[in-house]
């Protein structure tokens, strides 16, 4: 079952969260251990397009100019087999309903956060051959240690 994020609605309900890139960043990290811990796959939406796309990793993905993250995660449902096999995050009510209107599952942002506080710390080491393959990406190397 995959996990359709409203990145900046999740960070938008969370206190002491900015929904700059650093902190779109930081959830996108945290959000990546979430799926390989719940080994589901994830896509998270955020609104705008950073400096930097390719610095937030393969399952974080910005719409096309003049369309905004809802445009994006509903299309990309329609496109989808079977849409009741998914689940989208977030507390925008208007989205929800739409989301649920084609057959994915919602939950409402507030009430995934405690989810993500069982997930482990970031660590040093990257935890998937995905995250190793991203920073060697972004900043060089062989990966030998």
């Known amino acids: 079952m995959p996990w359709v994020f409203d990145g900046d609605n999740l960070l938008g309900t969370w206190p002491g969260r900015k929904r700059d890139d650093r902190g779109r960043r930081s ?8 799926g390989a811990v719940s080994k589901r ?3 998270i939406v955020f609104d705008g397009s950073p400096r930097n796309r390719e610095s937030f990793g393969r399952c974080v993905h ?13 299309a990309h449902l329609r496109k989808q087999d079977e849409v009741a096999g998914w689940t989208v995050v977030t507390s925008d009510r208007s989205l929800g309903d739409r989301c649920r209107h084609i057959g ?42």
């Open 62 to 74: 910005f719409p096309a100019a003049g369309e905004s993250a809802d445009d994006w995660i509903l």
């Open 104 to 145: 994915a599952k919602v939950v409402k942002s507030d009430k995934f956060r405690p989810r993500l506080a069982k997930v482990a710390p970031e660590q040093e080491k990257p935890e998937s051959e995905e995250e190793l393959e991203y920073w060697l990406e972004q900043f060089g190397g062989d990966g030998e240690g």
């Open 27 to 34: 959830i996108a990290g945290e959000l990546r251990r979430f």
């Open 41 to 43: 796959r994830i896509f």
